[in-house]
């Protein structure tokens, strides 16, 4: 007994020891929204004001690609999402995903900021939110990024725009479409939506 307990020590002492490095190694939430903004302003910086095709496919890979689109539709779905198949779910979520890719670059303006505050982020556990402040001129644009561990990497789940949350924004639609009709014609004209662009 006294034997497995002096091998077991030396154990837990290496496992604490690892996952204390990772812990260090792994960018906190603020480091990842900050270096993706810094990515996309350099990129945005070398286009200039005219933002080709190809570099748009670009900013929307590094735009979206902290975000965890499944929890972004569940939350958007809201009580409708636990109706869905698992089939329906994947879908939507693969629509869903297309119609923020594409949103996400119609306002680029607020990554030309000429300043960018982040402030300490707010973790609890497994969640996590960072504010950004963008000043441009005399206007500025608050950003909450409300922030979860996916797999042990820290994923975007929704954002707060100056108070607007985007899942609550598209929730209230959703269910107002929803309402006056089903929610096979909500998503039909969602997938038709995308499918035009």
Not at 38 to 54: R, W
Not at 101 to 129: C, F, M, Q, T
């Amino acid at each position: 007994m006294l034997s497995f307990r002096l091998l077991t020590i030396p154990i837990l002492l290496v496992l604490t020891i690892i996952i204390s490095l990772y812990a260090q190694s792994s960018p906190s939430p603020v480091e990842l929204i900050r270096k993706r903004n810094e990515t996309i302003q350099k990129i945005l910086e070398t286009a200039g004001e005219t933002v080709d095709a190809a570099t748009k496919e670009k900013l929307k890979n590094i735009i979206n690609d902290l975000i965890d689109f499944h929890e972004l539709s569940r939350l958007a779905l809201g009580k409708y999402w636990k109706e869905r198949t698992e089939q329906e779910k994947k879908e939507f979520v693969d629509v869903f995903r297309t119609l923020i890719r594409n949103s996400s670059v119609k306002k680029l303006e607020i990554y030309r900021a000429d300043r960018i505050e982040y402030l300490p982020s707010e973790i609890n556990g497994d969640k996590a939110a960072v504010t950004t402040i963008a000043y441009k001129g005399n206007k500025s644009v608050e950003i909450i990024y409300k922030m979860h561990r996916v797999n042990g990497q820290w994923k975007v789940y929704d954002m707060v725009i100056d108070g607007l949350s985007t899942a609550r924004n598209y929730r209230d639609t959703f269910y107002k479409q929803i309402a006056k009709s089903s929610y096979q014609e909500m998503y039909s004209k969602l997938k038709k939506r995308v499918e035009e662009k």
